[in-house]
């Protein structure tokens, strides 16, 4: 059975050596605390960069336990939720297999996958490590971003029911392989473009596919 093992909340912080602030230092809400979800994230949980952060579309991340446990093993340490930035953190869930339009339903709560983390300099800084970027985009294993098709309360412990995406799947992974590539084959556009994915990706999408004729 799936499980969400830890809901994360992010307060306002410095970026180490930097001048700007940053979100993504996020911590573990206590177990028996609820956390209200709404269309635009979580209650409480700071948003700073809303040009690449935030809105209906990554409204919520999530981080997968199985993707943590190939993290600590590669980095030869231990890794706490929320580490990674995301808000939720759910075992039980092989994450690179996660595809656009898969739900999560906890408690009252539903969640959509939208597209994957793109890992940025931010987050190489609070991983401590210049190759970050790199060696995250190597792994293929990016978490996964939400819309919040159905709002409510949550809070650790609680189950997780992973309701597979019915129509084409296209796993974030797939999605975060295809950063920075200028030709796409036209037929794994299509395919994207019969999912629910994230609005300015469709956008891009939908602009490569008119180009085509």
């Given at each position: 059975?799936?499980?969400?093992?830890?809901?994360?909340?992010?307060?306002?912080?410095?970026?180490?050596?930097?001048?700007?602030?940053?979100?993504?230092?996020?911590?573990?809400?206590?177990?028996?605390?609820?956390?209200?979800?709404?269309?635009?994230?979580?209650?409480?949980?700071?948003?700073?960069?809303?040009?690449?952060?935030?809105?209906?579309?990554?409204?919520?991340?999530?981080?997968?336990?199985?993707?943590?446990?190939?993290?600590?093993?590669?980095?030869?340490?231990?890794?706490?939720?929320?580490?990674?930035?995301?808000?939720?953190?759910?075992?039980?869930?092989?994450?690179?297999?996660?595809?656009?339009?898969?739900?999560?339903?906890?408690?009252?709560?539903?969640?959509?996958?939208?597209?994957?983390?793109?890992?940025?300099?931010?987050?190489?800084?609070?991983?401590?490590?210049?190759?970050?970027?790199?060696?995250?985009?190597?792994?293929?294993?990016?978490?996964?971003?939400?819309?919040?098709?159905?709002?409510?309360?949550?809070?650790?412990?609680?189950?997780?029911?992973?309701?597979?995406?019915?129509?084409?799947?296209?796993?974030?992974?797939?999605?975060?392989?295809?950063?920075?590539?200028?030709?796409?084959?036209?037929?794994?556009?299509?395919?994207?473009?019969?999912?629910?994915?994230?609005?300015?990706?469709?956008?891009?999408?939908?602009?490569?596919?008119?180009l085509l004729f």
């Amino acid at each position: 059975m799936a499980i969400l093992q830890s809901v994360n909340i992010g307060q306002t912080r410095p970026i180490p050596t930097k001048s700007a602030k940053t979100g993504i230092f996020k911590e573990p809400v206590d177990q028996d605390v609820q956390v209200e979800v709404t269309k635009q994230g979580l209650t409480g949980d700071a948003i700073i960069n809303r040009k690449h952060h935030g809105g209906v579309d990554q409204a919520v991340y999530l981080y997968f336990a199985d993707d943590y446990a190939y993290w600590e093993q590669a980095l030869g340490r231990e890794i706490t939720p929320g580490t990674f930035g995301e808000n939720l953190t759910i075992g039980g869930v092989e994450g690179r297999s996660v595809c656009v339009g898969d739900r999560f339903e906890i408690e009252d709560v539903v969640l959509e996958v939208t597209s994957h983390r793109t890992p940025c300099n931010v987050f190489a800084v609070r991983m401590g490590s210049p190759g970050w970027v790199k060696q995250f985009f190597k792994a293929g294993r990016p978490g996964a971003y939400c819309r919040v098709i159905k709002t409510g309360q949550l809070r650790a412990g609680e189950p997780v029911i992973h309701v597979p995406f019915a129509g084409e799947r296209i796993s974030v992974s797939q999605l975060l392989a295809l950063e920075g590539q200028r030709d796409i084959d036209p037929e794994l556009i299509r395919r994207l473009l019969k999912t629910p994915i994230h609005y300015k990706m469709r956008a891009d999408f939908e602009e490569r596919v008119a180009l085509l004729f």
